[in-house]
């Protein structure tokens, strides 16, 4: 099946919550669970109540179906959202987060709401991060050259966001350059 060429050249959001969904996260599991393995790895043990990191997938599965609490992650807090938030307005650079921060708190805040403290502050911290960040991308998308963009710790997502845009940019930075030197 072909994609209209808008799509062929990033992935949908959905795809990019699969591909996140990959990542480890640690549950306090509320039954015990027999260690087993797959494809891409071995399934610890659960042993209510230790703490046990397992992929994101699994984590979500378990929670939907009562068998699992989420602790919210370090990253994911209040706290930490505010600074996160304050180094992105003071920094020209952008502020360490995961790679899949997006994905990971979309899918932590539609499945495991009631394990996440301060729950609508969380959310709104992460509009408004998403804003600055986006801010700051368009600001970096300004100085393109066609030799290199430089954007350090920028997530999966924001990387997505302007695949499109910037591949058709560089290529004909790219022509643009090449032309200029003959």
């Keep these: 099946m072909a994609l209209p060429r808008s799509l062929e050249r990033s992935f949908s959001p959905a795809e990019l919550e699969f591909i996140a969904s990959n990542e480890t996260i640690s549950i306090v599991p509320r039954q015990k669970l027999?260690?087993?393995s797959l494809m891409g790895g071995k399934i610890p043990e659960t042993i209510p109540p230790l703490s046990v990191e397992v992929p994101v997938w699994?984590?979500?599965i378990l929670k939907k179906h009562d068998r699992c609490n989420i602790p919210c992650p370090e990253w994911l807090t209040v706290d930490n959202l505010k600074q996160r938030l304050e180094e992105e307005e003071?920094?020209?650079?952008f502020s360490p987060l995961p790679?899949?921060?997006?994905e990971l708190s979309h899918m932590l805040l539609d499945v495991a709401a009631d394990d996440i403290p301060d729950i609508d502050q969380v959310h709104n911290l992460l509009k408004d991060?998403?804003?600055?960040?986006q801010a700051k991308t368009r600001a970096g998308l300004g100085e393109l050259d066609s030799k290199w963009l430089g954007m350090n710790n920028i997530s999966m997502m924001e990387?997505?966001?302007i695949r499109p845009f910037f591949t058709s940019a560089f290529e004909e930075l790219k022509k643009l350059d090449t032309a200029a030197e003959e």
């Design 99 to 102: 790679f899949h921060y997006m």
């Design 90 to 93: 003071k920094n020209a650079e």
């Design 58 to 60: 699994l984590a979500l």
């Design 34 to 36: 027999q260690s087993f």
């Design 129 to 133: 991060l998403r804003e600055t960040r």
């Design 159 to 161: 990387l997505n966001e």
